[in-house]
């Protein structure tokens, strides 16, 4: 195929490139009928609506990236005794997409406290076949890591309280 310009060419690159990585997450067969923590409770467990849609009729991205940023700010507000203000997304990977129906579990643990700053990591679990009285799977749809800060009452930055 011969191409009208370079352009048009470094962007089919991009593209097919882009295609590929996300081929690449998102069928990921081990987050496939991967069971639910066992040694901790979600932090925060929702059923998706109609109305958190997308266009393709799949939870929208925004979604559950808010979701995510309420989940892991709970466990930084307990190690910070009091508010926290995100910073920063360190990484957010979507691996599979998720329904209306699901049964969406987050789960958020601490993995680095420093001064001022307390970073969490956010697993997200999608549960289907719960309503419609099939077999029930379980699939890891999200990862992500997220870095909090301990403000004031001004909301300046603090640092976080001893354990």
Known sequence: MRFASPILRNQEAVSLNQETVTEQKMSNSSDIHT????????ILRLVPMPTD???AGDVFGGWIMAQVDIAGSLPAIRRARGRVATVAVNSFVFKQPVFVGDVVSFYASIVKVGRTSITVDVAVYAQRGLRQGGDEICIKVT?????YVAVD???????????
Not at 143 to 147: K, R
């Open 53 to 55: 849609t997308n266009y």
């Open 143 to 147: 990862e992500a890591v997220l870095t």
């Open 35 to 42: 069971p639910l923590p066992e040694d901790r409770d979600p």
């Open 153 to 163: 009452e001004n909301r300046r930055p603090r640092v976080v309280p001893q354990e």
